[in-house]
């Protein structure tokens, strides 16, 4: 194909050259072109004296006859020489020499555009507005296992899964609508199917009004493989997290019930209250670990649920009596972190309030609430309040040295928090505390 298009070139010249006539002066302002043009022109116009002057153009028109050649021949570094006669001769040369110029330029960038797209590890493929395959890279053909003979001008769909063509609305593409890192399937001559992150955007023609698209997939197969190694690896955690909760919640259950055999073998009264109040607060502990077992989420539990079961089983545990509950809790969940002490706090003060709030002297109907509220996005306020016989007005409240009430208050230092202590128409404790709602970009462990 080269060779007869330089064919042509040069028997073009040729026949030029046969009409040659004198040498013409021209204007050195004028392009480079136009000079080219005109003398081509003149060429045809004043061929009566060509023959004349044939001796003499001779070399020159060889000249120009090898330019040509080694353009046609891809070669734009050559020059054609320039006398200084600034004969038509001449100017055919600067005329060539500047287009030599021009080609080598736009040959080299169209060059390097090739290597680059030849050499991506992500597949590349233009269609035009109809969606028929104009251009594909190599990694393209490698992936698929197609030929290009096999790919060009063939529509778009028919490298794509079916269930990934509902995805792309090549209509909706062209209108404007974005298109961007969107999972899919390629579907390879073989059958297989290949998962690929693609984005689709428009591709602008400014000298035409056809537009297309340009299509670029990322083959996505060895990261979908570690995803399920990911998703397998965390399944089997979560299985054992889980079995580690039930674990825990087991050997507190068997602690419990050890302390409750030694406790049929005691009679002295205080000692055995001394046992309960111990295993209400293992059970306090097992509790948030059978929570955990439970939920969807491994690292939180529903505090308020937390919170109903709790109390039940403290009412049993001092037996039910006349006594009113109520119970008002915000749904909110807590990590294992603020789930603990926090139970642990509220065993405390609602044992507190059912062994010292209404002795048998009390008279009227004996009420304990439990209040959480969440004023915030950052604090939580729990608070235990009866309305029993308070605390007593010389006891200071600070200076008690009991466990129950060291527990509290070493348990709201570990919350970071604050507990006070009220003595209005019974007794009112309210622990105040930080709290830090999950962030939008916090993962959690669920099942």
Same mark, same amino acid.
């Given at each position: 194909m080269k060779e007869s298009r330089t064919q042509e070139l040069v028997d073009a010249v040729m026949d030029l050259a046969s009409e040659w006539l004198p040498k013409r002066k021209l204007d050195p302002e004028e392009e480079p072109h136009e000079q080219a043009l005109r003398a081509l022109q003149e060429l045809k116009k004043e061929s009566s004296r060509w023959r004349s002057m044939r001796t003499k153009t001779n070399k020159k028109l060889n000249e120009l006859v090898d330019a040509m050649v080694a353009f046609a021949s891809l070669d734009f570094f050559h020059k054609a020489p320039v006398g200084t006669e600034g004969d038509l001769f001449d100017a055919l040369a600067t005329g060539l020499n500047a287009l030599g110029e021009e080609l080598h330029s736009s040959t080299v960038s169209r060059g390097l555009l090739h290597d680059i797209i030849s050499s991506m590890l992500d597949t590349l493929l233009v269609t035009d507005e109809q969606?028929?395959?104009?251009?594909?890279?190599?990694?393209? $053909?490698?992936?698929?296992? $197609? =030929?290009?003979?096999?790919?060009l001008d063939q529509p778009v769909s028919m490298i794509f899964a079916e269930e990934s063509l509902e995805k792309? &609305?090549?209509?909706?593409i062209l209108q404007g609508q974005a298109f961007q890192n969107q999972e899919v399937w390629y579907q390879a001559k073989s059958g297989q199917k290949i998962p690929v992150s693609l984005s689709i955007s428009i591709l602008h023609q400014p000298h %035409?009004?056809? =537009?297309?698209v340009v299509c670029l997939a990322q083959d996505i197969t060895e990261r979908k493989r570690q995803e399920e190694q990911l %998703?397998?690896?965390?399944?089997? %955690? +979560? +299985?054992?997290?889980?079995?580690? &909760? &039930?674990?825990?919640k087991n050997n507190m259950q068997i602690v419990s019930s050890l302390l409750y055999l030694q406790a049929e073998f005691i009679t002295d009264e205080h000692i055995l209250s001394l046992f309960q109040e111990s295993q209400n607060r293992i059970h306090s502990l097992a509790l948030v670990h059978e929570q955990l077992y439970k939920s969807q989420d491994l690292a939180r539990i529903d505090f308020a649920v937390y919170v109903e079961s709790l109390a039940a089983h403290l009412w049993n545990s001092y037996g039910g009596n006349s006594l009113q509950q109520e119970i008002d809790i915000s749904p909110i969940d807590l990590t294992i972190e603020l789930a603990i002490p926090c139970g642990l706090i509220l065993n405390e003060l609602v044992s507190n309030a059912r062994k010292h709030a209404f002795p048998n002297t009390y008279q009227g109907?004996? =009420?304990?609430t439990i209040r959480?509220?969440?004023?915030?996005e950052s604090e939580v306020?729990? *608070?235990?309040?009866?309305?029993?016989?308070? *605390?007593?007005?010389?006891?200071?409240?600070?200076q008690t040295q009991s466990l129950g009430l060291t527990l509290i208050r070493t348990l709201a230092k570990q919350l970071r928090g604050n507990v006070e202590f009220f003595r209005d128409n019974g007794t009112k404790v309210v622990l105040t505390f930080p709290y830090q709602h999950e962030s939008p970009?916090?993962?959690? *462990?669920?099942?």
């Open positions: 969606g028929q395959i104009q251009l594909a890279n190599t990694a393209l $053909y490698e992936l698929l296992g $197609y =030929k290009e003979s096999e790919l792309i &609305h090549l209509p909706d %035409k009004e056809t =537009k297309g %998703k397998s690896s965390l399944e089997e %955690k +979560v +299985v054992l997290l889980k079995e580690v &909760h &039930h674990r825990v109907q004996g =009420k304990v959480l509220r969440t004023p915030s306020i729990l *608070i235990v309040e009866d309305n029993g016989i308070g *605390i007593p007005p010389d006891e200071e409240v600070e970009g916090q993962k959690r *462990i669920t099942t």
